[in-house]
């Protein structure tokens, strides 16, 4: 299984991104799709979680409202729109994917697949 990301980059506080993350392989990590972020010295940060039907999605308190998450199955893509983006969202986002129960959407080590990564730097 691969997952490629995309879109991230640089911009100014209160600005929007759309990353993109595209799998390749074992249609099983169509289970759940997700975004994690990590910045240096700090702990990888579950972001957005989304199963399948594309119906169910979790979001980290710091982004509710300003994020969302979406699947095109189609495409086996899963987007993330990031808008009203803050310094502090700096960071490099992660896709992830596997078979993952909606209360551990956010707990990394239970994905086996992940991308390499995007950096998105928002400056203030």
């Known amino acids: 299984v691969q997952l490629v990301e995309s879109g991230g980059g640089s911009v100014q506080a209160g600005g929007s991104l759309r990353l993109s993350c595209t799998a390749s392989?074992?249609?099983?990590?169509?289970?759940?799709m997700a975004w994690f972020r990590q910045a240096p010295g700090k702990e990888r940060e579950g972001v957005a979680g989304?199963?399948?039907?594309?119906?169910?999605?979790y979001y980290a308190d710091s982004v509710k409202g300003r994020f969302t998450i979406s699947l095109d199955n189609a495409k086996n893509t899963v987007y993330l729109q990031m808008n009203s983006l803050k310094p502090e969202d700096t960071a490099t986002y992660y896709c992830a994917a596997g078979p993952v129960m909606p209360y551990q959407w956010s707990q990394g080590d239970k994905y086996p697949y992940w991308g390499k990564g995007t950096q998105v730097t928002v400056s203030s």
């Open positions: 989304i199963w399948g039907d594309g119906r169910s999605a």
């Open positions: 392989g074992d249609p099983y990590t169509k289970y759940c």
